[in-house]
């Protein structure tokens, strides 16, 4: 079975410092597809980013930057030179065969707090 | 373009009632899915449709249910409430079923059950 893993519950910096935020996943597919997805406090879901299972490039946008290794089942989600309004929980996700279709499964979220 | 929008925002229920939500994707969206998320945890698949064609269902109890109109836009219904089912109820719509595909969340509605 497809599960995710966010072993930080929460984490807490100051205004300026780098976080990043661990994601660990298991399936049993081949192709697979990961997502970040950050919930402020209204709780709309926003789509932050999508990576592929066969695409291990880094990728960076703005502040963001994501680091997906497949040795280590790892997609990771770093935030540089964080802001207040980055506070939020922050919620990887996976999809693939083994579901089918487009439904995620989600980890448990990082609630992050960003401090002036 | 509007984005997932849900209704009502906010429900406050009695146990052993019956409830529905609703949900209208975005423009062009043929796929709606149906998440619970409980205070403190991530959100858990209930309903997943395509075509106004049930393509999953989580592991949740009979006493849920949904559908898809022809407009795309999506019900969830849930009967003789429980006070574990409280929690925000999440919709989000896609252009195709496959992988994927994003998800774009509504703001969903928040139940509580007393």
């Known amino acids: 079975a497809q599960k995710v893993t966010q072993a930080q519950t929460e984490i807490s910096v100051v205004e300026k410092e780098d976080v990043t935020l661990d994601c660990v996943y298991e399936t049993r597919d081949t192709t697979y597809y990961l997502f970040w997805y950050k919930q402020p406090p209204s709780g709309e879901l926003v789509f932050l980013i999508r990576r592929n299972s066969f695409d291990e490039q880094n990728e960076i946008s703005g502040r963001y930057s994501w680091n997906f290794q497949k040795s280590t089942s790892s997609f990771n989600f770093t935030i540089t030179a964080s802001q207040v309004v980055d506070s939020a929980v922050y919620f990887c996700?996976?999809?693939?065969?083994?579901?089918?279709?487009?439904?995620?499964?989600f980890g448990e979220g990082t609630q992050l707090t960003v401090n002036p | 373009d509007a984005g997932v929008t849900q209704s009502p925002t906010h429900l406050i229920k009695t146990r052993g009632q019956h409830v529905t939500l609703r949900c209208s994707p975005i423009s062009g969206h043929k796929s709606v899915s149906w998440y619970q998320q409980v205070l403190g945890q991530g959100p858990q698949f209930i309903f997943q449709y395509y075509e106004k064609e049930e393509r999953g269902r989580g592991n949740f109890p009979d006493r849920f249910s949904a559908r898809q109109f022809p407009n795309y836009s999506s019900e969830l219904n849930v009967n003789a409430l429980l006070l574990g089912d409280s929690a925000l109820y999440l919709c989000a719509s896609s252009r195709q079923d496959t992988p994927n595909s994003p998800l774009h969340f509504g703001n969903g509605t928040r139940l509580t059950v007393t």
């Open positions: 996700a996976l999809s693939g065969q083994e579901t089918s279709g487009s439904r995620l499964t």
